[in-house]
């Protein structure tokens, strides 16, 4: 029996005939000085008794028993073995080790951490590294010391494009996901036959293996067929998974396979050939002649002019001639005349130059050299004249942008109907002013037949009880009607989306009497200016 002792106290230390509990043994002697549990631990760790495991309950009652004269045996500690604990997911794919030290016992060794893993089964994917630091340090929590290998999943189908790259292509995708490659005056066509899109299978995935060694299967990718939607293609014959033109046309993609529109291509479009309404592209090699009208669901391109001509596109429109039309594009301030050149796209418009025309594009209106006596609504920007050019000039026209207008020169000495409206969408404007003409009209028929109405109750003799109630219901009829149209209004000018960068900008310069709008502000110009550019700002336009 070990034996250890408190000086002067009467306290004895003495490990157990087990070996493992430490007991505190106290006779009570003359003179008993007070001590703390502070002394008690000092003189457990000078005599060798600090790495055992010591209850901290119990050095609480030697000190106050010992304080209080009395004697007594107390178990004040005990020598514990280094433990440690195996958690071992549920998928079979991690094992990781949680271990105490030892205190005053046997430390945990690495073969009792070797021998627990193989009575658990666990014999791939063994961190040898990690459980022999963990041994040398002691004590761990939560190490990751076996780790399985999770399969991978097969690759699925993939489609990869066959079609050339367009030179700085801009996609556009509508909401059926469609993307397409439409683009001013680099049109991609096809020819029967053309390869079009690959389809590569889908490819099967890697197995893993759990940390008992068992195997784990991994799942083949999507094997994923070309879309049902495509159309104008085939299966090549001898390899099925090459998708190649059937017809001759315009490609676009979509997310699984490759649709051909087909390109209608004729010299001019007049008497002969009659107004063109086709499902898919346009080319006209020659001219748009007077009074024709020319439809198309996608891209139209006509590589002469258009001559008061109407032509209308659900994508884009390159005229690389001009756009010259048979008097201005309105009779008055508030008809249109049928007489002016009217081009109509979803997506942008470009021309070399415009005079007597309306143009409308859900994107970019580019002119190469002027504009003049003509009608310009954008939804993007209106860009007139080229960089490094003298040319490029709006006279005596009404542009209006949802973001930008730039020119190198606006306006002309004798120009005063040079408008320039920037900052809302032209469209929304163009319902709300249509929508506001249609409210002066039912207004005026108001007023009419309220003065009816009330000369047949002043004289209801002539007229009939049928005549009256017809003409009270017309009143009523109309004040609804105009009820509506109020709504309308207040719903359209709540959707003028202000752009906060709009601008206008002359590059070269910007005549004296051109009126500029931005949003809601506008600007009547009283001098000529050189190189301006016009925003708005926080006190209205600013320059």
Known sequence: MT????????????????GKMLLAVCEPVAAMTPIDKEQVNQILASQGFADLFIFAEALDK?????NAGSGFTLVVGERRDGAFALDIDADLMQAHLTMTPACGGQPVSADRIYAALQEQGITFGILDDTIEASVAKGYTRNKLIAEGTRPTAGDDAQFISLLREVKNS??????????DYRNFGDLITVKPGDPLMRRLPASDGKPGTTILGCPVAAPRGNDLQYSPLISGTVRHKDDP?????AISGQPFLLPHGVTVEPVITIKDVDLATGNLDVDGSLTITGDVKPGMRVKATADIVIQGMVEAGHVEAGGDVEIRGAIIGQGEPRIGTEGLNPAAAMIRAAGSVKALFVENARI???ADIIIREFVMKSELNAGNSILVGESESSKGRIINSVCRAAAKIEAITIGSRSDTGTVLEAGADPAVQEKFTMA????????????????ALQYFRDTPSSVTAVELQEKELAVSRLQTEIQELTGQLKRLKRRFDLFGSAEIKATRQIYSGVRIRIGE???????DMEGATFYLGENGITF
């Open 436 to 451: 506001k003409q249609t409210m002066h009209g039912k207004q005026r028929e108001f007023e009419e037949a309220c003065k």
């Open 3 to 18: 034996q250890k002792d408190l000086p002067d106290s009467g306290v004895t230390f003495v490990m157990a005939e087990d």
């Open 170 to 179: 801009r996609l556009h995708c509508d909401d059926m996901a469609t993307v």
């Open 360 to 362: 409308t594009s859900g």
């Open 241 to 245: 998974d090459l998708l190649v033109a």
């Open 62 to 66: 030697l000190v106050k028993q010992y």
């Open 521 to 527: 502000k506008t600007l009547l110009l009283d001098n």
